[in-house]
């Protein structure tokens, strides 16, 4: 399980950025779905969500249970286009004031009318500072954010709305950027910017008691019951649903604190899908699960972090030595039978712009130069890795370990925390003790600045090791206004040497999606986001 949603061969897909245009939905006819199927339950497992609140949910099993429950306003075609989705057309003349109109005819699973309203709604709270909501620098591009947001935490804001969203009518609303963002409608298609009904809010304003743990949606399923936390969410159809409807009729997400569980499940057929593959059983996966052990591409970037604000770790020297004294292509080969990709790149190799080997000397495994550089730079005696043990991090992360024991004469404990609801409160707060951490990253939306914005900009929503480069900010801002994808991705990639130059983080890995099912489903397939496909799932025999 990964901050928004991460894992060994990746496919290239071509990216195509939509420029200042328009962007208008197509129309297709209803699925047939037979009745065996919609008396069907599938389960899926995931980890114990941090947050199901759209505004506030970064993490990967947070997101797949979002896109059981929500309706975005574009999806994503196999070419990594986006294409409207609840959105019936997304209007630009100069890439800075977009009109977004909306289809007709959702509701929310409560029977509200979906309207301009509930986006404007939902928007506005996410992106008021004192909310505290984690996916807020989303809203950052939109015009009003800063008043929302003063620089003084202390301070309170000049304003509660983005002065940048307007509602034209109930279908239609506009958004003025701050400055042009040509990949804006790829953005919307991003978990922070679903909608919410007048339900989820209290007579403050603020989420009402108990929304989240029995959220109200727009999308294909409902939930049936409250979220169990640490056990399970239960979802079912939506029968009013207007978009195409799933073909099972309901999905149980069964929460897992150990993935070896869950892949002993699947195997007995007691749990359906099971989206990642434990690293020690990927060995064996495809002699266990035939040809029900699959693969697809991902956008997964799995990377070592450090606390920069930590003195043990605030020279730049110290970072790359670290780096340096870890085999990454080792690990690949004996931790994960070859499955994923040695990283030494700060983007995916699946986005246009993607540079091999962009961190240099300092990702190149040199053991006696990593020693000699940590020596000089007067790096720590001890080291830690935090990691979350509900992801199946264990064996690699004591393989590292055991290598920057063996390369830097340190002594380095490897501590689990249970998972990763546990673990990112205290990366956000800064908790003492940690140490260095794992961390994964799959995209949001397929852009270079998905991978730099929100890991790396001061402030940025997955930041959690205290980066702050004003050279970097301002490179990746100036990209995101640029008018074609092709400056943009210039830009970028200057930004991308300085992340070489600075290591807040250490590139590991790029992975793909292994994933396995049970003999009682079939069309099973992962997205580049790492989700279930919940729409084409069918029972078996159907």
């Avoid at 949910?57 to 309706?71: P, Y």
């Avoid at 020596?375 to 370990?401: F, L, M, R």
Wanted: some cysteine.
């Amino acid at each position: 399980m990964h901050v928004r949603r991460a894992t060994a061969r990746i496919v290239v897909a071509v990216v195509a950025v939509v420029a200042a245009g328009t962007l208008a939905a197509c129309t297709g006819g209803p699925a047939t779905v037979s009745a065996a199927d919609t008396a069907a339950v599938v389960s899926i497992g995931i980890g114990e969500p941090t947050h199901l609140i759209p505004t506030n949910t970064t993490d990967s099993s947070g997101a797949q249970v979002l896109a059981a429950l929500f309706t975005p306003l574009v999806t994503f075609d196999r070419n990594n286009k986006p294409v409207p989705a609840q959105a019936d057309s997304i209007t630009a003349t100069d890439s800075r004031v977009w009109t977004i109109r909306l289809k007709g005819g959702y509701t929310f699973h409560n029977g509200e009318p979906v309207t301009s309203d509930s986006y404007l709604r939902a928007w506005n709270f996410g992106a008021y500072g004192p909310n505290g909501q984690d996916n807020n620098p989303y809203f950052a591009k939109i015009s009003g954010y800063a008043a929302l947001n003063p620089t003084d935490p202390k301070a309170t804001p000049t304003a509660t709305t983005l002065s940048g969203l307007r509602r034209i009518d109930a279908l239609t609303f506009q958004v003025v950027l701050s400055a042009p963002y040509s990949d804006f409608p790829a953005a919307l298609g991003y978990l922070a910017f679903l909608p919410l009904p007048a339900a989820a809010f209290d007579a403050t304003g603020h989420i009402a008691r108990g929304f989240e743990d029995q959220l109200v949606g727009d999308g294909p399923f409902q939930m049936r019951d409250v979220w169990a936390h640490d056990q399970s969410i239960e979802v079912q159809r939506y029968d009013s649903y207007s978009g195409t409807k799933p073909k099972v009729g309901k999905i149980d997400f069964k929460i897992y604190q150990d993935l070896t569980t869950a892949y002993s499940d699947a195997l007995t057929n007691t749990l359906d899908v099971l989206p990642g593959v434990p690293t020690p059983n990927l060995a064996t996966a495809a002699k266990d699960f035939g040809n029900r052990y699959r693969h697809s591409p991902s956008s997964a970037f799995q990377y070592l972090a450090f606390p920069t604000y930590d003195p043990d770790y605030s020279n730049v020297n110290v970072r790359k030595a670290i780096s340096m004294a870890i085999d990454r292509d080792q690990i690949v080969k004996s931790v994960f039978a070859g499955s994923q990709i040695a990283a030494r790149s700060f983007v995916s190799p699946v986005l246009p712009g993607y540079r091999a080997n962009t961190c240099g000397a300092a990702c190149q495994y040199n053991p006696v130069a990593a020693k000699e550089l940590y020596k000089q730079s007067n790096g720590p005696a001890k080291v830690q890795i935090t990691y979350n043990a509900d992801g199946g991090h264990k064996e690699w992360v004591e393989a590292t370990c055991n290598q920057l024991a063996r390369n830097l004469g340190v002594k380095c404990v490897a501590q689990a925390e249970a998972k990763l609801a546990d673990l990112l409160p205290k990366l956000q707060n800064k908790t003492p003790g940690v140490g260095m951490f794992r961390l994964g990253w799959v995209m949001d939306y397929p852009s270079m600045e998905d991978y730099l914005t929100p890991l790396y900009s001061t402030g940025g929503s997955a930041n959690y090791y205290g980066y702050s480069n004003p050279q970097f900010d301002q490179l990746v801002a100036q990209g995101s206004q640029q008018p074609t994808g092709a400056a943009a991705i210039r830009l970028y990639q200057e930004a991308e040497d300085l992340l070489a130059r600075d290591m807040p983080v250490i590139p590991l890995r790029f992975g793909q999606n292994d994933f396995v099912y049970s003999a009682n489903v079939s069309n099973v397939s992962v997205d580049l986001f790492g989700d279930v496909n919940l729409l084409d799932i069918t029972v078996s025999g159907t």
